[in-house]
């Protein structure tokens, strides 16, 4: 499971830390990531992370939006700097889990926590 946290409401040009921890049974987190979508919109990808650290960014967040990932508490991160109203929408984490040895590597996705930005 993922369960994700740090939303909220805040002002134009503030900030927000969203962070998405992993339960269960784990033996290795590949890739994790962050989405959002906001209303009428299709979800977008915003940022990714792997587990050796290695990041990438939509150009709507680059220089504002930093992901990271704590591997030995399965949790990813997002710090969110000069907020703009178009901010505004449901922040998905997503993390790419192998189970066990051998296992395959399962998508899970947390239940969305929502980012509201004042002008």
């Known amino acids: 499971q993922l369960q994700a946290s740090g939303g909220g409401l805040v002002q134009a040009g503030g900030s927000l830390r969203l962070s998405c921890a992993a339960s269960?049974?784990?033996?290795?987190?590949?890739?994790m990531g962050w989405y959002r979508q906001g209303p009428g919109t299709q979800r977008e990808l915003l940022a990714t992370?792997?587990?050796?650290?290695?990041?990438n960014y939509a150009d709507s967040v680059k220089g504002r939006f930093t992901i990271s990932r704590d591997n030995a508490k399965n949790t990813v991160y997002l710090q969110m700097n000069a907020l703009i109203p178009d901010d505004t929408a449901v922040y998905y984490c997503?993390?790419?889990?192998?189970?066990?040895?051998?296992?395959?590597?399962?998508?899970?996705w947390g239940q969305g926590t929502q980012v509201t930005v004042s002008s």
């Open positions: 269960g049974s784990i033996f290795r987190i590949n890739n």
């Open positions: 992370i792997t587990s050796g650290l290695n990041t």
């Open positions: 997503n993390a790419a889990v192998i189970a066990r040895f051998g296992f395959p590597s399962r998508d899970y």
